[in-house]
């Protein structure tokens, strides 16, 4: 990924990435960011936010727009086209498109100095906003610092389902999970679970016996990060390094000295670590130094050469001049990584199918993905926009809920929404069955302002086993399972949703259908 400078951003377009709250680096994105928010300042930058569920970001936002999951690409292509590309966008309404064009003129006026950005997993969304940063001079300018690669959040979907796959054939051996709790994240179509079964040998290096903790051969656990060393380098030329500030407290050890010791090497994760960086800070002074500041900032290093996409048709690199939907002569900008043909594989690929409720699948501020479920501050925190504790929910637009309970049109009055949408102590949420392609959940409806007509939302990272001992009878109400406990869960783990196809993988725009609990 490359450095975002959001600090020299005069006009901000953001689909759907929540880069205040959840998106990548959000921390430092949200120091740079307020530094040119302030009306004293010599300028403020502009935002815009086009997504499906209301965000942090999208609170922040200047204008902002709402969208179902399957508008986000051509949302994209729309301003793509914009500028003068080669796409056309469809199924777009006559507001959202007047948002759009706002988006379009400020992101003219200040070209190499904006700053386009998606949450989205497609593929094709990615390469074409990839492509508008291009055309705007975003990365010659160096306000996405491609030369800066970030090395955070580098997860890879697409060797998770080679693995499973793997796994499912037989073809694994041996299995050592480190930092994920596979079995809770994987989707259902992986049947992660299932090939873990058929692995001779499986070890895990997790703290408990989680989802995937109990289906392991052995159980290594690694110690607390308080207990541990480390270099880590989060982005090219800058390192951190980690001491242990307590002793281990358990009869832990290292993940990282585990491998040491497993391959032949007794030497302890210490030294490894300190040898390793005197590699780069050259001295044993240059260490202490820097393990006393906790980091430093190195010169950049020579990198590998970029892996480029084969065009077939052209290694043609000029610049060539097209002219816009609205008249306006923009220089075409294809760069040997941006060929035209890739560009047209990109528009294909951007253009989603479908068919009544769609269904994002999003991360709170709190919870995150579940890794730390166990923590109880982390339930009672609110959600920054909903302000719900305790649970995952369906949120839904309001006028989507009075639907849903046949309350539209004339019936959707003042005193049927109080009714209707309405939760407090006293007025429990309404509960609804969501079944996805044939993976069904029960959980409550919460209506969200801001929320996308025809679009739900869910977080992931809740129902984790283990959670049902922080719940009560008394809590659930209708929904406790007297007869199986762990069936209690604080929320439900709805990774098992996310589509097979994983360039999809949050999104799901067809074969969702949603029920309502009556009791």
């Known amino acids: ?67 179902k999951p399957s508008q ?10 914009k500028l003068g590309g080669s ?12 948002k759009l064009d706002l988006a379009v003129e400020a992101l003219k006026a200040t070209r190499g100095e904006s700053i386009v950005v998606s949450g989205s997993n497609n593929g094709g969304v990615q390469l074409l906003i990839n492509a508008i940063n291009e055309k705007l001079g975003n990365y010659s300018s160096k306000i996405i610092d491609i030369e800066k690669e970030v090395y955070t959040r580098k997860g890879n979907d697409l060797a998770f389902k080679k693995l499973a796959d793997q796994m499912n054939a037989g073809k694994i051996k041996a299995l050592i ?3 994920l709790n596979a079995n809770f994240v994987a989707p259902s179509s992986f049947n992660f679970n299932e090939g873990l079964s058929k692995v001779s040998t499986v070890i895990y290096t997790g703290d408990r016996l989680d989802e995937t903790g109990a289906n392991a051969s052995y159980l290594a656990p690694s110690s607390h990060y308080l207990e541990s060393w480390d270099v880590l380098n989060p982005s090219k030329g800058e390192y951190a390094f980690t001491q242990p500030v307590i ?13 040491l010791n497993w391959s032949g090497d007794n030497s302890t994760f210490e030294d490894f670590v300190k040898g390793t960086s005197k590699t780069f800070l050259g001295t044993e002074s240059a260490w202490i130094d820097a393990l006393h500041d906790g980091f430093v900032s190195t010169s950049a290093v020579a990198v590998a050469e970029p892996v480029i996409f084969e065009d077939t048709e052209s290694e043609n690199t000029e610049s060539e001049n097209t002219e816009s939907e609205d008249g306006e002569v923009v220089e075409e900008v294809v760069s040997a990584g941006l060929s035209s043909s890739l560009i047209a594989n990109a528009v294909k690929q951007a253009s989603v199918q479908a ?13 995150g993905n579940g890794d730390q479920a166990f923590n109880p501050w982390l339930h009672e925190m609110p959600d920054p926009i909903s302000k719900m504790t305790y649970d995952n929910y369906i ?28 939760i407090g102590q006293e007025s429990p949420a309404k509960l609804a069955t969501i079944t996805v392609n044939g993976v069904a959940m029960t959980l409550p409806i919460v209506p969200q302002p801001g929320q996308a007509v025809g679009a739900l939302s869910i977080a992931v990272g809740y129902g984790r086993t283990g959670t049902e001992l922080f719940t009560r009878e008394e809590w659930l109400g209708s929904t406790y399972n007297a007869e199986d406990n ?23 725009s067809t074969g969702v259908t949603l029920s309502l609990i009556h009791i």
């Open 1 to 67: 990924m490359p450095t975002y400078n959001f600090e020299k951003a005069k006009t901000i377009v953001s689909f759907g990435a929540d880069f205040l709250s959840t998106w990548l680096d959000s921390l430092s994105y949200t120091k740079d960011y307020a530094s040119k928010r302030n009306p004293e300042g010599d300028w403020m930058s502009k935002h815009f936010q086009f997504e499906t569920s209301l965000t942090v970001s999208g609170s922040a936002a200047d204008v902002r727009g709402s969208l």
């Open 72 to 81: 986000v690409g051509e949302a994209v292509k729309y301003i793509y086209s």
């Open 87 to 98: 796409a056309s966008a469809s199924n777009l309404s006559t507001s959202l498109k007047t």
């Open 177 to 179: 999970v480190v930092g």
């Open 247 to 259: 002793a281990p407290l358990f009869k832990t050890r290292q993940w990282q000295e585990s491998l």
């Open 355 to 367: 068919d009544g409720f769609e269904l994002e699948l999003y991360v709170k501020t709190g919870m």
């Open 395 to 422: 949120s839904m637009n309001p006028d989507d809920v009075m639907e849903l309970f046949g309350k539209g049109g004339e019936e959707n009055t003042k005193d049927n929404r109080r009714e209707f949408l309405y």
């Open 486 to 508: 762990t069936k209690n869960t604080i929320g439900k783990n709805v990774f098992p949703f996310a589509g097979f196809d994983v360039w999809t993988s949050n999104i799901v």
